[in-house]
């Protein structure tokens, strides 16, 4: 069993890598932070489907200020296409809230193997698919982008993700944005998709009764003040870093990156490592 502190501190140092994720790769640093608060909620003896939940919740919350931080600093770049953001990012919010009223209907292990396997057909599909000719223009079609943003909206609201995890290889591979500004315009989608995401997580663990203290801190609904502060405070400044190295990478090697760090936490979550007794 662990500690309040040990749990707090293991997520500051989350924080850190969430924040440097989301700057280098245009994601939430969900496949961080869910992982490793779903392994403090439990360890302080928390309900696996309430720790799976308030993970998801708490995740969302981190990845908005994340992700206005990281969007910002690639605008200055001129890596963000705002009008199929704002497209994406609105729709999205509406699916993100419809998603969170249905995780909420599924069981704990269900929700943790359709993340991770969320996250490893987006790293396969990226690492396969061909790069889009140079001269192909982006896909900005409004009805195009209303459709994926509702899509992938409900996704991340069942996953309680951001969702730039799946988003960049829809936008790098099926939209045609390339590499570099499906990270920029993924980074300000999930300014939108992580509000939708959360405020129905806490709508519906209030109507659930989750309120008030517990091993974790203080709970509103499937949100938790404390831990969200822990990340937060690390990842908002460490998302600029992020955005500095993204930009000295070639597109290429960037892609690689964000493919190897994607299987790896898919497979954590789906329980290949430890099916395999691997302490990884």
């Known amino acids: 069993m662990l500690n309040f502190v040990t749990g707090i501190v293991a997520l500051i140092i989350t924080g850190i890598g969430v924040g440097f994720a989301s700057g280098l790769l245009g994601v939430g640093g969900c496949f961080i932070m869910i992982p490793v608060q779903y392994w403090v909620y439990t360890g302080l003896g928390i309900d696996p489907k309430m720790a799976i939940l308030t993970a998801f919740g708490t995740n969302l919350a981190v990845v908005f200020p994340t992700a206005i931080s990281g969007a910002t ?3 200055r770049r001129g890596a963000v296409l705002w009008r199929a953001a704002v497209i994406l990012g ?3 919010a509406i699916g993100a809230v419809t998603g969170s009223v249905i995780a909420t209907h599924l069981p704990a292990n269900a929700l943790k193997i ?7 057909l987006g790293a396969i599909r990226m690492l396969t698919a061909k790069p889009p000719k140079v001269e192909e223009e982006p896909n900005e079609n409004p009805a195009t982008l209303a459709v994926w943003g509702i899509v992938l909206g409900i996704a991340t609201g069942i996953i309680g993700i951001g969702g730039g995890v799946l988003m960049v290889p829809v936008m790098a591979v099926v939209l045609r944005f390339g590499i570099h500004k499906a990270v920029g315009t993924s980074t300000a989608v999930m300014i939108f998709t992580s509000l939708g995401g959360l405020v129905g997580y806490i709508i519906n663990g ?4 989750i309120f008030g203290h517990y091993p974790i801190g203080y709970l509103i609904g499937y949100f938790n003040p404390e831990s969200w502060l822990a990340l937060a405070a690390t990842s908002v400044p460490m998302a600029q870093v992020g955005v500095r190295v993204a930009h000295r990478l070639p597109a290429k090697q960037l892609k690689y990156i964000f493919v190897i760090v994607m299987i790896y936490m898919a497979l954590k979550m789906i329980g290949v490592f430890a099916w395999l007794k691997l302490p990884i």
């Open 114 to 120: 359709a993340f991770g396997l969320a996250i490893l």
């Open 206 to 209: 209030i109507n659930a009764g």
């Open 73 to 75: 600093g690639h605008s």
């Open 90 to 92: 609105i729709t999205g």
